[in-house]
Nanobody, 122 residues
Framework: QVQLVESGGGLVQTGGSLRLSCAAS????????MGWFRQAPGREREFVGR????????SYADSVKGRFTMSRDNAKNTVYLQMNSLKVEDTAVYYC???????????????WGQGTQVTVSS
Protein backbone atom coordinates (compact mmCIF):
# COMPACT_ATOMS: atom_id res chain seq x y z
CA GLN A 1 0.00 0.00 0.00
CA VAL A 2 0.96 3.59 -0.59
CA GLN A 3 0.48 6.60 1.64
CA LEU A 4 0.22 10.00 -0.01
CA VAL A 5 0.44 13.38 1.71
CA GLU A 6 -0.32 16.62 -0.10
CA SER A 7 0.95 20.02 0.92
CA GLY A 8 1.25 23.53 -0.45
CA GLY A 9 -2.38 24.57 -0.63
CA GLY A 10 -3.60 27.91 0.59
CA LEU A 11 -5.25 31.19 -0.30
CA VAL A 12 -4.06 33.11 -3.33
CA GLN A 13 -5.27 36.00 -5.43
CA THR A 14 -6.38 35.56 -9.02
CA GLY A 15 -3.38 35.48 -11.32
CA GLY A 16 -1.17 34.16 -8.57
CA SER A 17 0.71 30.89 -8.28
CA LEU A 18 0.93 27.91 -5.97
CA ARG A 19 3.03 24.79 -5.99
CA LEU A 20 1.51 21.64 -4.56
CA SER A 21 3.61 18.72 -3.41
CA CYS A 22 2.69 15.10 -2.87
CA ALA A 23 5.01 12.89 -0.87
CA ALA A 24 4.63 9.14 -1.29
CA SER A 25 5.67 6.33 1.04
CA UNK A 26 6.48 3.47 -1.28
CA UNK A 27 9.62 1.68 -2.34
CA UNK A 28 8.39 1.54 -5.93
CA UNK A 29 7.35 5.17 -6.44
CA UNK A 30 8.91 5.41 -9.88
CA UNK A 31 6.61 2.65 -11.17
CA UNK A 32 3.39 4.52 -10.40
CA UNK A 33 1.43 6.81 -12.61
CA MET A 34 0.68 9.85 -10.49
CA GLY A 35 -2.39 11.98 -10.92
CA TRP A 36 -3.84 15.20 -9.60
CA PHE A 37 -7.59 15.60 -9.22
CA ARG A 38 -9.74 18.30 -7.73
CA GLN A 39 -13.22 18.60 -6.32
CA ALA A 40 -15.21 21.75 -5.71
CA PRO A 41 -18.39 21.89 -3.59
CA GLY A 42 -21.33 20.48 -5.50
CA ARG A 43 -19.12 19.19 -8.30
CA GLU A 44 -17.80 15.79 -9.24
CA ARG A 45 -14.16 15.05 -8.76
CA GLU A 46 -12.38 15.99 -11.95
CA PHE A 47 -9.11 15.11 -13.56
CA VAL A 48 -6.40 17.77 -13.53
CA GLY A 49 -3.26 16.05 -14.77
CA ARG A 50 -1.22 12.87 -14.81
CA UNK A 51 2.43 12.00 -15.12
CA UNK A 52 4.14 8.78 -16.11
CA UNK A 53 7.22 7.08 -14.77
CA UNK A 54 9.26 10.14 -15.59
CA UNK A 55 8.54 13.81 -16.13
CA UNK A 56 8.84 13.31 -19.88
CA UNK A 57 5.23 12.22 -20.33
CA UNK A 58 2.33 14.23 -18.96
CA SER A 59 -1.30 14.90 -19.76
CA TYR A 60 -3.61 17.67 -18.60
CA ALA A 61 -7.24 18.62 -18.61
CA ASP A 62 -8.12 21.27 -21.17
CA SER A 63 -9.13 23.64 -18.39
CA VAL A 64 -5.58 23.82 -17.02
CA LYS A 65 -3.40 23.38 -20.11
CA GLY A 66 -0.81 26.09 -20.38
CA ARG A 67 -1.25 27.08 -16.74
CA PHE A 68 -0.49 23.94 -14.70
CA THR A 69 2.62 21.80 -14.93
CA MET A 70 3.33 18.45 -13.30
CA SER A 71 6.74 17.09 -12.48
CA ARG A 72 8.17 14.33 -10.33
CA ASP A 73 11.35 13.66 -8.45
CA ASN A 74 11.67 9.91 -8.07
CA ALA A 75 14.70 10.27 -5.82
CA LYS A 76 12.51 12.17 -3.36
CA ASN A 77 9.31 10.15 -3.90
CA THR A 78 7.53 13.39 -4.65
CA VAL A 79 5.25 14.70 -7.38
CA TYR A 80 4.53 18.38 -7.90
CA LEU A 81 1.81 20.50 -9.42
CA GLN A 82 2.88 24.00 -10.36
CA MET A 83 -0.19 26.19 -10.77
CA ASN A 84 0.15 29.56 -12.47
CA SER A 85 -2.35 32.20 -13.56
CA LEU A 86 -4.85 30.89 -11.06
CA LYS A 87 -8.54 31.60 -11.53
CA VAL A 88 -11.44 31.62 -9.12
CA GLU A 89 -12.77 28.48 -10.79
CA ASP A 90 -9.59 26.66 -9.74
CA THR A 91 -10.83 26.76 -6.15
CA ALA A 92 -11.16 23.18 -4.93
CA VAL A 93 -9.69 20.49 -2.76
CA TYR A 94 -6.78 19.02 -4.69
CA TYR A 95 -6.00 15.33 -4.36
CA CYS A 96 -2.91 13.39 -5.23
CA UNK A 97 -3.40 9.84 -6.49
CA UNK A 98 -1.27 6.86 -7.48
CA UNK A 99 -2.15 4.13 -9.93
CA UNK A 100 -0.73 1.46 -12.19
CA UNK A 101 -2.45 2.48 -15.42
CA UNK A 102 -2.19 5.47 -17.72
CA UNK A 103 -5.63 6.87 -17.02
CA UNK A 104 -7.49 10.10 -16.42
CA UNK A 105 -10.42 8.78 -14.36
CA UNK A 106 -10.45 8.73 -10.58
CA UNK A 107 -11.67 5.13 -10.44
CA UNK A 108 -8.49 4.02 -12.19
CA UNK A 109 -6.30 5.12 -9.29
CA UNK A 110 -5.62 2.94 -6.29
CA UNK A 111 -4.27 5.27 -3.61
CA TRP A 112 -5.32 8.75 -2.57
CA GLY A 113 -4.12 11.48 -0.29
CA GLN A 114 -6.36 13.43 2.07
CA GLY A 115 -6.35 16.52 -0.11
CA THR A 116 -5.20 20.10 0.25
CA GLN A 117 -7.43 23.14 -0.07
CA VAL A 118 -6.71 25.70 -2.77
CA THR A 119 -8.73 28.89 -2.62
CA VAL A 120 -8.44 31.58 -5.27
CA SER A 121 -10.04 34.93 -4.52
CA SER A 122 -10.69 38.01 -6.65
Amino acid sequence: QVQLVESGGGLVQTGGSLRLSCAASTRTFSRYVMGWFRQAPGREREFVGRIGWSSDITSYADSVKGRFTMSRDNAKNTVYLQMNSLKVEDTAVYYCAAGTNWAATSRSYDYWGQGTQVTVSS
